[in-house]
């Protein structure tokens, strides 16, 4: 049996019984870790001394817990509760923006891999989502720092299908592979069915897409380029590394309809995102 303690944000949770929790934690130096919680719901003192300020879904605490070989759940022992957020309780759409990055950290990490980087961008993201107004910027920051240490960096400057240099050409009509992980122009040898519509059909595995979405893109990949996006171009860009995430894990998480869902004017059948 190991006993750990690390910093942890409760990404999924489950109540077990009146008085215990199954919790999945995303932790700093362990990865992704599973276990029961017995007792975490008791009001008695030792309890509360325990696991001190509860656990819920969302919050940052410090965790201590017993991972055993022969288990599939770990058995958390201590939990101090460091940073409520209380902000994603008052604002529903900082909180949906919570649940979709706490879902997709889960789902694109395994059990007791660590990545500190992912850990970092989902305690920063959750600090960030209390101002309303940058928001959007700091759920794509997120995204693309999870993206990119899981290994699925998107490729913006060459075509991912023939391998030549992309370039700023007006005229240059660009789509995002997902299959392929980057831009292709449009003209590219393509597969059948790998086109459709950013939020469309599921097996579609290229989407055309807007020069200010792939400007958007290009602003995160380099970090000394402080220029302001354009909130609407944030938000495609936004849909469009959700897209992505769906096209790598084959599916779509249920808090994934919050982000490609979109109160923007409609765009033109056949338009780009």
Request: negative net charge.
């Amino acid at each position: 049996m190991a006993r750990f303690r690390d910093n942890a944000v409760c990404i999924r949770l489950i109540d077990w019984s009146e008085t215990s929790q199954i919790v999945a934690l995303l932790t700093e130096e362990h990865g992704q870790v599973r276990g029961v919680a017995k007792g975490s719901k008791r009001t008695s003192p030792s309890s509360v001394a325990r696991y001190s300020g509860g656990i819920e879904l969302l919050t940052l605490g410090e965790v201590v817990g017993i991972i055993k070989p022969t288990a599939d759940l770990a058995t958390l022992t201590e939990w101090d509760l460091q940073q409520p957020h209380w902000h994603l309780r008052r604002d529903l759409r900082a909180q949906e923006f919570g649940l979709y990055a706490a879902d997709l950290a889960g789902a694109m990490l395994a059990d007791h891999d660590a990545h500190p980087r992912a850990f970092t961008a989902l305690v920063t993201l959750l600090r960030e989502l209390a101002d309303a107004a940058t928001r959007d910027a700091a759920l794509l920051r997120f995204q693309w720092e999870l993206l990119d240490d899981c290994g699925y960096r998107p490729e913006l400057e060459a075509d991912v299908r023939s391998g030549e240099p992309l370039t700023d050409d007006p005229d240059d009509h660009l789509l995002f592979d997902a299959r392929r992980g980057g831009l292709a122009r449009a003209g590219s040898p393509n597969g059948p069915g790998e086109t459709g519509a950013i939020g469309g059909m599921r097996n579609a595995t290229s989407w055309p897409t807007l020069p200010g979405t792939i400007t958007a893109l290009r602003r995160l990949a380099d970090p000394n380029d402080r220029s302001p996006t354009d909130p609407t171009d944030t938000r495609r860009a936004n849909r469009l590394l959700c897209t992505y995430a769906r096209a790598i894990l084959d599916r779509q998480l249920p808090t994934m309809q919050a982000i490609l869902s979109t109160t923007e004017p409609p765009t033109p059948v056949g338009g780009p995102p």
